[in-house]
């Protein structure tokens, strides 16, 4: 308890139960039997060595434990997304997870062996499946472990308040951005020795930074998004703030991680034991999109990740969707009702190829010649069967040549629901150089069959 109430008073002094929101509030289910564990699953840790899992719904799945107890904070997937790293702050421990049912304990990796008393707070993996631990106490430093859980290097981070708090790992695969219970967004060099790097940014009035993740395309050039204890902060790549998301009554945000829709993310507070989800472009007062509570009380919600979760220093993501097909749907008046599609695109859009070709009409063609934007999301209503993919909805923009001119540009949603194809769907919209809206289609494949690829 002792340390728990450290943590507290520490932040704002000792936390009240508060109430309000504007949306229906989803009550935790009984946990079950352990359950398969899906790409937008919520993670959240809830004290006593153990974590809630949730659907990306907000459905509580089931409670895992790695019978050590005490206080419990960050987590992170490796890049493979077969193993969860989950830290025990009260023990100085990285306890970790099998992703396959009954999710056993792989391994528990004792970093207070190196730091005693340092408390594990928050981990993030780098493309290498090397891996970061954060300690708020003891030495402070930010400790590197290989793959293997074998430890390899502290860094003797410079601190603000409170040692290395929360932190994210950069694009670059060295600049680390880390908060320190204080006022600023610090940075460091973890590359060779280690070096400081200059401060980010400084958090405008009073409070205590907590968790933070990096927006894309994540060297710090689009932002990130800090938990503030009184509001969660958006700063754009000057480090200034440029939004901010809140909800009635709360006054302790904490944890914050992104979700694998790309356009959202989840945050928690530790004073009622509630989390949120937001939609990032929609910022202010009482505009989160689903709010849940874990029923655990003040002070014992604080940690927050997700499986699947974009992160800016994660391995390759591989993932692509292939197919085509024709589909005869809805449409405007005026536009075509049959069109036929043919593509390959990856969920990374640095990955190539990325093709796709739309014909409809008499002679109309669609030609894509940059995707500008991809977002590999797995629906629960949906099942793409076998091979698992861990995902079944790509989402897509890009530009092309709309009948040989370059200029247009096109939108799409493409799904895979299963074997032969005939349940799978598109949305697709391409406008022309004029602003001119040519096709714009939804339906079911008449012909044809969309894959989804882990």
């Not at 590197?144 to 409170?162: C, F, K, L, N, T």
């Not at 930074?209 to 754009?236: I, Q, T």
């Not at 709010?291 to 927050?304: C, K, N």
Request: hydrophobic residues 35%; glycine residues 14%; charged residues 20%.
């Amino acid at each position: 308890m002792n340390t728990i109430v450290r943590k507290i008073t520490s932040a704002i002094g000792t936390a009240a139960l508060l109430a309000g929101s504007i949306t229906p509030l989803l009550q935790p289910l009984p946990a079950a039997a352990s359950t398969t564990w899906s790409v937008g699953d919520v993670f959240v840790g809830i004290n006593g060595g153990q974590y809630q899992v949730y659907s990306n719904a907000g459905v509580l799945k089931e409670t895992i434990s790695d019978g050590l107890g005490g206080f419990t904070t960050g987590c992170a997937f490796n890049g493979a997304l077969d193993k969860l790293y989950t830290t025990n702050f009260g023990n100085t421990k990285v306890v970790v997870y099998n992703d396959a049912s009954p999710h056993t304990i792989a391994q528990t990796v004792d970093t207070g062996a190196i730091n005693p008393g340092g408390h594990s707070e928050s981990v993030v993996f780098a493309a290498s499946g090397d891996f970061y631990v954060g300690h708020p106490d003891g030495d402070d430093d930010i400790q590197r472990y290989d793959a293997a859980g074998v430890y390899q290097q502290s860094y003797d981070v410079p601190i603000e308040s409170r040692g290395s708090d929360w932190m994210d790992l950069a694009a670059d695969q060295k600049t680390m951005f880390y908060t320190s219970e204080g006022r600023k967004v610090l940075r460091y060099d973890v590359s060779g020795v280690g070096a400081p790097l200059l401060d980010f940014a400084v958090l405008p009035g009073a409070g205590v930074a907590f968790a933070l993740r990096l927006l894309p395309p994540g060297d710090g050039s689009g932002g990130l998004l800090v938990a503030d204890n009184g509001e969660v902060k958006k700063l754009d790549g000057t480090g200034a703030v440029v939004a901010t998301y809140d909800v009635t009554g709360e006054d302790t945000w904490f944890s914050l991680n992104l979700d694998p829709d790309g356009t959202s993310f989840w945050a928690g507070n530790y004073g009622t034991g509630k989390f949120y989800k937001f939609a990032i472009g929609t910022p202010g007062v009482d505009t989160h999109l689903l709010t849940v509570d874990t029923l655990v009380g003040s002070g014992d919600l604080f940690g927050i990740c997700l499986k699947g979760e974009p992160t800016a220093a994660g391995e390759e993501d591989t993932r692509r969707m292939t197919g085509g097909g024709t589909v005869d749907g809805k449409a405007p008046v005026g536009l075509p009702t049959e069109v036929k599609h043919g593509f390959e695109l990856h969920c990374d859009k640095a990955s190539l190829p990325n093709n796709l070709e739309v014909n409809w009409g008499k002679g109309n063609k669609f030609h894509l010649e940059n995707l500008t934007s991809a977002v590999c999301v797995d629906d629960p209503l949906l099942n793409e069967e076998q091979p698992v993919a861990g995902f079944d909805t790509y989402k897509g923009k890009g530009t092309g040549r709309y009948n040989g001119v370059t200029g247009a540009t096109a939108e799409w949603k493409f799904t895979d629901d299963g074997e032969p194809g005939k349940n799978d769907t598109v949305h697709l919209k391409i406008v022309d150089v004029t602003l001119t809206t040519v096709v714009d289609i939804v339906g079911t494949l008449k012909v044809g069959n969309h894959q989804a690829h882990k």
